[in-house]
């Protein structure tokens, strides 16, 4: 199978300014510090992290709507990371995004039909009679009434919004679609929808997507292979299967069941790794491994002295992670959480009332 | 004696276009202590029920009718002068959005600090006091110097836990939560329903869980209620309603939900839209998305009535026991096994 997108060693540093006219960097957010996945054609990479790890950021660097600090981007075997605008125009014909919210991410000005041909008009391609019979056609692809050409974007419920997006996107039949976030502002039966949708689509088309999600639920669905990131950096890559039936970093394991369990026996009878406190500060972050402050199984004078690489899990023929002391057990045993403060669970709420 | 009760409550909102039936008939009741979860999706009613209670609903704009008990005294229809000592002292309030929620020209102390002083004869001093005490109670680090920050200097969670502390600080009998999770991350939404459980336990409060989210229900409520189209749909125990739903529309919640414990290849998807409330569909107002209409569903609305052999389990729908049974055994196979039965 053929590589469509490679990312090495991807960074994107904003400065922190002082001063009004004579603007001095004072320091660097590094919100993408080093970022390396391959994506398969036909294939999903799932991404997944807590705001603020640099999932979006790195979305955007990847359609070069923000300029990378460092590293290097192949899109469909050709180098991407510093193309001119000229060549970057045919590139963008065959990446497209979706957004996150599907109030703000389309002209509340424009029509429907409008805003699902301006990347045709933008490429110029095809005749206004063409664009008009595309774009019938694919608000018909997208479950939408094509008769609704003419409509204005607030006559649409969220979910049929969000379809108008998909429809935009597709629009231009682009390789790969980067969909950030695409399903978090909807209600779970239209959020189940818009998933089938993209999944649909993906067969029809042959899609490639970088699927960005904060729910791990969703990108477990969606996703041929997940990658795990905290502050900037991936802690844990691996096939959807092997990631959530054995998690190794704690901070997936933490992510994984900090999900609410729809099953209440289930939910009580686990165990559960809740982290302290907030991502820190990408400006200053922790050294070595930059989750020890809030990891459980933490131990000092090696988390914080030496900083782990990736990894590869035993057995697994992709799976890696970063980790000096990777969980053993999933569902974890007993005494996996080390330090006392955080091992959390006690009961679940629930419990004490019966 | 119900700490609340609700009677046949029914909102209706005056529009250009005509009354929508916000809440239609809805009646639950809540013990001292006890936990209920309110399901539903945007416009299904959860939210306005709960504005109607606490008397948040205008007057001006809104029709209300029924009864609503609070300690059995009531309180709908009540001016914000009849509520003094039970909004914000005896009833606690979160919303969704602890952004919008919040003064952003004030320091959060001070914000703390009112919300003792309009409800209790104290100098600023000891409403400072309580205000430290109940910030350090839903462990926010370093409470003493951050009473004198601005909202904006918090993050998203340390918000909430502000909001949660601004409803605790007069120790409410009743705590009213909107989604006080949507907004936040998994790992933060855990932190929050964790610190929300263990406050219930320690003060003894009543709480009203409402959220679209299923797993949030499971969670935390005893008791839950499932609305739809303004109406209740079905409500029970939290264990009764995950194990034998007896609705379509609860079906098809629980089998839209992407798992983590369960690998699903297709997610069941509950066709269409949620109903226009302006102008609900004749009959059940589920019945333009279920799988197992039938003529009368088109006509007729279905009673709240009583599961089989359970006095606290109610539902409606037309469908009768055998069938119900039968399509809730073969779904609930289908997702244990990761399968969409749809």
């Known amino acids: 199978m053929s590589e469509l997108l490679v990312v090495e060693d991807l960074q994107k540093y904003f400065p922190v300014t002082r001063g009004l006219v004579f603007q001095k960097a004072i320091a660097q957010v590094k919100a ?48 991407i990371t510093h193309l001119g605008n000229q060549d970057m125009r045919m590139i963008r014909r065959e990446m497209m995004m979706v957004f996150q919210d599907p109030y703000a991410s389309l002209n509340a000005r424009k029509r429907v039909g409008a805003i699902i041909a301006e990347p045709l008009e933008v490429h110029d391609i095809g005749s206004a009679a063409d664009r008009k019979r595309r774009v019938q056609e694919l608000l018909e692809i997208v479950g939408l009434n094509p008769e609704h050409y003419n409509r204005f974007p607030h006559e649409f419920s969220g979910g049929q919004r969000q379809r108008i997006g998909i429809a935009r996107a597709l629009s231009i039949n682009p390789k790969l679609i980067i969909c950030d976030e695409p399903v978090s502002a909807l209600d779970v039966s239209v959020q189940a929808q818009i998933l089938n949708l993209l999944k649909d689509l ?29 502050l900037g950096r991936p802690v844990e890559t691996g096939s959807s299967k092997e990631l959530y039936a054995a998690p190794k970093h704690p901070y997936s394991g933490a992510l994984l069941s900090a999900v609410p369990i729809a099953d209440p026996k289930l939910g009580r009878a686990r165990e559960q790794i809740v982290l302290e406190g907030d991502v820190p500060s990408p400006i200053n972050p922790p050294a070595a491994c930059r989750f020890h402050p809030r990891c459980p199984r933490f131990v000092d004078g090696k988390c914080n002295v030496d900083e782990p690489v990736m990894t590869r899990a035993p057995g697994a023929s992709d799976h890696e992670y970063a980790c000096h002391f990777p969980l053993e057990h999933w569902p974890m ?7 006392a403060g955080a091992v959390a669970q006690e009961p679940a709420p629930a419990a004490s009332f019966d | ?135 350090e109670e839903v462990e926010i680090p370093k409470a003493d110097t951050r ?55 320690d003060h003894g409060m009543a709480v009203v869980m409402i959220t679209h989210d299923l797993g949030v229900v499971a969670e935390l409520a005893n008791d839950v209620i499932v609305m739809y189209g303004g109406r209740i749909v079905e409500d029970a125990k939290v264990d009764d309603l995950f194990e034998k739903p007896e609705m379509p529309y609860t079906w098809g919640l629980l089998g839209s939900l992407p798992r983590v414990d369960v690998d699903v290849e297709r997610l069941e998807q509950i066709p269409g839209q949620p109903p226009s409330l302006l102008r609900p569909p004749p009959g059940c107002a589920f019945n333009p998305r279920c799988a197992y209409v039938f003529d009368r569903c088109r006509t007729e609305l279905p009673e709240l009535r009583a599961a089989e052999g359970k006095d606290d389990h109610h539902f409606r729908c037309h469908l009768d026991g055998a069938d119900r049974a039968r399509i809730w055994t073969q779904k609930a196979a289908a997702i244990a096994r990761g399968e969409s039965a749809a």
């Not at chain 1, 993906?202 to 990131?229: E, G, K």
């Not at chain 2, 200097?153 to 006080?180: C, H, K």
């Open chain 1, 32 to 79: 993408v510090d080093g970022v390396s996945f391959t994506v398969e054609a036909g294939q999903t990479l799932g991404v997944v992290g807590e705001s603020g790890c640099g999932k979006s950021t790195m979305a955007r660097c990847i359609a070069r709507l923000l300029e990378p600090t460092g590293g290097k981007i192949i899109f469909d075997g050709r180098d």
């Open chain 1, 202 to 230: 993906q067969r029809d088309f042959d899609l490639t997507y970088v699927f960005i999600a904060h729910d791990l639920n969703v990108v477990r669905h969606v996703s041929d292979r997940v990658m795990v990131m905290y």
């Open chain 1, 333 to 339: 045993g007993e005494g996996e959480l080390r330090r």
């Open chain 2, 1 to 135: 004696m119900a700490l609340l009760e609700v009677q046949d409550l029914h909102t209706r909102f005056r529009t250009e276009d005509g009354m929508v039936k916000a809440v239609s008939g809805v009646s639950f009741e809540l013990d001292r202590g006890e936990t209920l979860g309110v399901v539903g999706e945007s416009g299904s009613g959860k939210s306005v029920t709960f504005l109607t209670v606490m008397g948040l609903v205008d007057p001006r704009q809104a029709e209300m009718a029924g009864s609503v008990r609070f300690d059995d005294k009531e309180i709908l229809g009540l001016t914000t002068h009849g509520l003094k000592g039970i909004r914000g002292k005896r009833i606690g309030m979160i919303f969704q959005d602890p952004m919008t929620s919040l003064n952003p020209v004030k320091r959060i102390g001070w914000q703390l600090e009112e919300a003792v002083l309009i409800h209790n004869d104290v100098p600023r001093k000891e409403a400072r006091r309580r205000a430290l005490e109940v910030l």
């Open chain 2, 147 to 201: 009473m004198d920050d601005y909202a904006h200097q918090f993050s998203g969670g340390m918000r909430q836990r502000v909001m949660i502390a601004m409803a605790l600080i007069n120790q409410p009998e009743l705590l009213i939560a909107d989604e006080p999770t949507t907004a936040l991350d998994v790992t933060t939404q855990a932190q929050i329903l964790r610190l929300i459980g263990k406050l219930q336990k």
